[in-house]
């Protein structure tokens, strides 16, 4: 670990929050995510204008097989050209295909194919992306910034989540989805000046240990090969794994089946949301201020835990202001865990796997587990919400069985 100790020292290592290095990243991502949820609103929008409801429904869904077969490759480059520059092309692409695609609308009317195309793109950029942008802070600040970092981007998602959904149906309303399209664009386009101000940290020679190989495949393979070595990353990847697979649909799809045969309707199913967001913003925000959180691990393993519980819990709640109070705590404890998995991602990869190692992670929450969706519908269906809840928090909490039951992940410990 050579490399990870080298990295640590320097001038930059001053608090995250001070840090103009880390602020502008902050912004670019800032703006990057929130241009996203803009994307989404407007390719939303201009498919249900000029096609069916399946129809809708597949260009929706266009990009997440790209995403999904191409991220661990996405990974690779990211180590091998470095990820801020992979962040500043993906950006580069994204905005030219959104502006594209505002100026075809303006000139022809919104057609079922450039949105088809326009969804498969950033499916495709996605996929080296989400790798590039895990990658990047441990190149921006020292190894006891990061859990701070982390409570930042937590902040800087939810202002997105927040910001980027209003955004584009102000767009909508005022310009039609070429509008919305066009604001999009732009908020992405803001984020390139800032990345190109980026200052970042050269990996030294010896901790490039997968970038002499020859091919793509080599280094992939020799990525893999050092998670699955790893005392801490490879039960850390499982336990990811495990906690996304009973998280997801529950607060998704389920929570949609809940909301119906409660009669909860949308506004109560939002005010559900609306909980769970609310309690994951707070998580960020302590971790932005406090910075750094003892014992990571076995904070990992009881959240992860005593989130299931609250999963489970929730099919039992009598109210819709119960269900709201559960949900806080849901999104208290998946944030927490989730800013500490990916604290500990960040500080116990070397460096020059970071790229891959982020890509096996992003593969599992945004490629694998969305997966398990259509068919915790289908159990719903044919046993009910109440046993599918509870095996579903049965699975999320084998992931924290995990980070407890093995030595080296319950006892790591991020950085000082």
Known sequence: MTTALALQTGPDDRPAHRDP???????????????????????????????????????????????????????????????RRVVIGSDAVRCVAVLAVAGLLMLTGPGLWPLAALALVFGIVDAVFVPAVG???????????????????????????????????????????????GAAGLLIALSIP???????????????????????????????????????????????????????????VGLILLADERGWGAVGMGWVLAGFGTGAGAVSLLLAVRGRMPHAGQVVGWSVIAGSVAIGALVYVPSVLAAVGVAV????????????????????????YLGRVTAVSGLISLGLTPLSMPFTAAAIGAFGLGPVYVVSAAVCGLGGVVALAVPGLRRAELPR
């Open 135 to 181: 990658a990047l802070p441990a190149r921006l600040t020292g190894k006891g910034q990061l859990a701070r970092v982390q409570g930042m981007r937590g902040l800087a998602y939810r202002f997105a989540e927040i910001a980027g959904a209003p955004l584009g149906g102000l767009g909508v309303a005022f310009g039609g989805a070429a509008a919305a399209f």
């Open 21 to 83: 290095n880390v602020l502008r990243w902050l912004g670019a991502y800032g703006a990057s995510m929130t241009g996203d949820g803009v994307y989404y609103v407007a390719l939303s929008w201009a498919a249900v204008q000029v096609a069916s409801p399946a129809q809708a429904g597949l260009v929706m869904s266009v990009s997440a097989l790209p995403r999904a077969v191409l991220m661990l490759g996405g990974g690779v480059i990211a180590d091998r050209f470095g990820p």
């Open 329 to 352: 705590l849901i999104g208290l404890l998946a944030g927490l865990s989730g800013a500490m998995c990916g604290a500990l991602l960040q500080t116990q990869a070397e460096p020059a």
């Open 194 to 252: 800032l990345l190109m101000t980026l200052r970042v940290r050269e990996l030294p020679p010896d901790g490039t240990a997968g970038a002499g190989s020859t091919t793509g495949r080599r280094d992939l393979v020799a990525g893999l090969r050092y998670i699955r070595g790893h005392r801490v990353l490879a039960p850390l990847t499982l336990a990811i794994a495990l906690g996304d697979l009973g998280f997801v649909a529950p607060l998704n």
